[in-house]
């Protein structure tokens, strides 16, 4: 069996200084290749090794913000995907990674965000902010 997904945001998710207490919001599924994306998280069908990647755009934030952005699997924080501080105060810096992860059957992966400043996680119809995995074995 075939699986598969990618995810986009299309709305501007305004976000508190911290920790996000959830996953990022994503609306739009291109594909879910498997049916194992839902409510903001991919459920794995099966043990294996997955590979995920992850883009976020951050808006109205002040040049020199510290940013983390993490794959969460079961709600703790298992791979910082990318991690820095903000270059500029534009209203699109993107910021991506990837990781390949072994999960168990069942096991839930989000992506979640850290800024230590008040953020807005941009949504786009152009794939800013987006979320994509598939099981590599």
């Known amino acids: 069996n075939n699986v ?9 998710d305004l976000q508190s200084a911290g920790w996000m207490t959830g996953p990022v ?26 590979h995920f990647s992850a883009q976020i755009n951050l808006q109205d934030v002040a040049v020199g913000a510290r940013y983390r952005i993490d794959i969460y699997v079961n709600g703790v924080g298992l791979v910082a995907l990318n991690t820095g501080y903000t270059i500029s105060t534009d209203a699109w810096q993107s910021y991506g990674g990837s990781a390949t992860v072994k999960l168990n059957a069942s096991d839930l992966v989000e992506i979640r965000v850290y800024c230590d400043q008040a953020y807005t996680i941009g949504g786009t119809s152009a794939g800013y902010t987006s979320f994509s995995g598939h099981k590599l074995y």
């Open 4 to 12: 598969s997904f990618y995810v986009e945001n299309s709305l501007d």
């Open 25 to 50: 919001d994503f609306n739009i599924e291109a594909h879910d290749d498997g049916n194992n994306f839902s409510l903001d998280q991919f459920q794995a069908p099966s043990a294996g090794v997955y």
